[in-house]
């Protein structure tokens, strides 16, 4: 019997349970949870600073956002921030049940919905050596490698074949799927069968990096299954794990996932405007000094959009929660105001995950102010998108209005 542990990813406390010895090492190993042993032999179970699932042998242990954000709004933020063509209903109908199962359903079901015509062929670009002429004869590499021989011959053509990157990536994550111990019956033999209908595609090894493909036509009905298994690959893993125990795991940081959310969103909604957008923009915190060429204070701005090459907005990703009391850490403000000092914005903005409405303050002495501004994750995908929009929005019409409407006229 399946047993399960669910916690919330703010959790300070939990009672004990009770575990094996190698089911709390093997627990441990994974990242999602922290493993202290307790009184007369149990051990304490807590986040580790990470979301998702792990389960090892008849051990489900589950850490949720702790915006109580579910699995179809995670995959979402997880498949956009890698590529901003994902669509909300690439994951629509995801259950917000055990994590496993209902990736695997999901894979399943959209794996059916790909192939229900057959495995899509297409040409792949082939090198090779062959005994006989096919395509072209690469003259060059022949005299290189084979100088003075006739056979075998270095040659060049395109081969019309299943093993494309789209099947490559889908049979990679069918396979990984499968893995997983304790699925159901059911979607253990769709998956079985999905991957019989591959047949004669090559194996991507894991941890290796995922072919390239291009949605166009003629690969429409594959796309939701890809974004759907490019997510399963990047962030799962399954496998024997220590000793008799098995182990699948789903391990997400999502402070990482919301600042490349944010970051390749605003990136989107600022296209429309003048200049470029630019994370992780390196700067220094202080002047060079004559005859030192090192030792300078660098900083890394989350997000940057410039104008003409001038730094005109800033914005800086925050995935933590504000205390009734306190507000926001007294450090995020300390440290926009640095950037906005070295880099002569007079506005930056701070986005927190979480509910509310933005806050603006102002700066003592200074020509600086700071905008609060909360980015709620438990919103719809458009909503959540619209609500960045309008975040861009705001940003460059503040900007245009006070320092930027000479650069932007002459853009």
Same mark, same amino acid.
């Given at each position: 019997?399946l047993?399960?542990?669910v916690l919330?990813?703010l959790?300070?406390s939990?009672?004990?349970v009770e575990l094996?010895?190698?089911?709390?090492?093997t627990l441990r190993? @994974?990242?999602?949870v922290?493993?202290l042993?307790?009184?007369?032999?149990?051990?304490? %179970?807590?986040?580790a600073g990470?979301v998702?699932?792990?389960?090892?042998?008849?051990?489900?242990?589950?850490?949720?956002?702790?915006? *109580?954000?579910?699995?179809s709004?995670?995959?979402?933020l997880?498949?956009?921030a890698?590529?901003p063509?994902?669509?909300?209903?690439?994951?629509?109908g995801?259950?917000?049940?055990d994590?496993?199962?209902?990736?695997g359903e999901?894979?399943?079901?959209?794996g059916?919905?790909?192939?229900?015509?057959?495995?899509?062929n297409?040409?792949v670009h082939v090198?090779d050596a062959l =005994?006989t002429v096919?395509?072209?004869?690469?003259?060059?590499?022949q005299? @290189? =490698?084979?100088p003075?021989?006739?056979?075998?011959?270095?040659?060049a053509y395109?081969?019309f074949?299943?093993?494309?990157p789209?099947?490559r990536i889908?049979r990679?994550?069918? &396979?990984?799927?499968m893995?997983v111990?304790r699925l159901?019956?059911e979607?253990?033999? *769709?998956?079985?069968?999905?991957?019989?209908?591959?047949?004669? %595609?090559?194996?991507?090894?894991?941890g290796?990096t995922?072919?390239?493909?291009?949605?166009?036509?003629?690969?429409?009905?594959?796309?939701p299954? $890809?974004?759907?298994a490019?997510?399963?690959? &990047?962030n #799962?893993s399954a496998?024997?794990?220590?000793?008799?125990?098995?182990?699948a795991?789903?391990v997400v940081?999502?402070?990482?996932?919301?600042?490349?959310?944010?970051?390749?969103?605003l990136?989107?909604a600022?296209d429309?405007?003048?200049g470029?957008?630019?994370?992780?923009?390196e @700067?220094f915190?202080?002047?060079?000094?004559?005859?030192?060429?090192?030792? &300078?204070?660098?900083?890394?701005?989350?997000?940057?959009h410039?104008v003409r090459g001038?730094?005109a #907005?800033?914005?800086?990703?925050k995935?933590k929660?504000a205390? %009734?009391?306190?507000?926001?850490?007294?450090?995020?403000?300390y440290?926009?105001?640095?950037?906005?000092?070295?880099?002569?914005?007079?506005?930056?903005?701070?986005?927190?995950?979480?509910?509310?409405?933005?806050?603006?303050?102002?700066?003592?002495?200074?020509?600086?102010?700071?905008?609060?501004?909360?980015?709620?994750?438990?919103?719809?995908?458009?909503?959540l998108?619209? &609500?960045? *929009?309008?975040?861009?929005e705001?940003?460059f019409?503040?900007?245009r $209005?006070?320092?930027?409407?000479g650069?932007c006229?002459?853009s």
């Amino acid at each position: 019997m399946l047993r399960s542990i669910v916690l919330d990813e703010l959790q300070s406390s939990a009672h004990p349970v009770e575990l094996d010895p190698e089911l709390a090492a093997t627990l441990r190993d @994974t990242g999602l949870v922290t493993v202290l042993p307790a009184h007369g032999g149990l051990w304490t %179970v807590l986040p580790a600073g990470t979301v998702g699932a792990v389960q090892v042998g008849d051990l489900l242990v589950e850490v949720t956002p702790k915006q *109580k954000v579910g699995l179809s709004r995670l995959l979402f933020l997880l498949g956009y921030a890698a590529n901003p063509g994902f669509r909300p209903e690439d994951v629509a109908g995801i259950e917000d049940t055990d994590l496993f199962a209902a990736l695997g359903e999901s894979l399943a079901r959209q794996g059916l919905r790909a192939l229900e015509g057959g495995a899509l062929n297409g040409y792949v670009h082939v090198e090779d050596a062959l =005994r006989t002429v096919r395509g072209r004869i690469r003259v060059g590499d022949q005299m @290189t =490698r084979r100088p003075g021989m006739l056979l075998p011959l270095e040659v060049a053509y395109d081969d019309f074949t299943v093993d494309i990157p789209e099947n490559r990536i889908l049979r990679a994550a069918i &396979r990984l799927m499968m893995q997983v111990p304790r699925l159901s019956g059911e979607v253990r033999w *769709k998956l079985a069968h999905l991957d019989s209908k591959l047949d004669g %595609v090559s194996e991507v090894r894991f941890g290796a990096t995922l072919p390239i493909w291009t949605e166009s036509r003629l690969n429409e009905r594959y796309v939701p299954a $890809l974004r759907l298994a490019e997510i399963i690959l &990047r962030n #799962m893993s399954a496998e024997a794990g220590i000793g008799r125990h098995s182990v699948a795991s789903f391990v997400v940081n999502m402070a990482k996932v919301f600042e490349d959310f944010v970051t390749t969103s605003l990136r989107e909604a600022l296209d429309g405007y003048p200049g470029e957008t630019s994370g992780q923009y390196e @700067t220094f915190l202080d002047e060079s000094e004559v005859g030192q060429t090192g030792n &300078r204070v660098r900083m890394s701005v989350d997000i940057v959009h410039l104008v003409r090459g001038v730094p005109a #907005m800033l914005f800086d990703a925050k995935y933590k929660a504000a205390s %009734v009391a306190d507000g926001y850490p007294n450090a995020d403000y300390y440290q926009m105001l640095a950037y906005c000092t070295a880099l002569e914005v007079s506005r930056g903005w701070l986005i927190y995950a979480g509910p509310g409405n933005p806050r603006l303050r102002q700066v003592r002495n200074t020509e600086i102010s700071v905008v609060e501004f909360p980015l709620d994750l438990s919103q719809a995908p458009n909503d959540l998108l619209a &609500r960045v *929009k309008s975040l861009a929005e705001s940003a460059f019409s503040e900007w245009r $209005l006070t320092a930027g409407a000479g650069l932007c006229s002459a853009s």
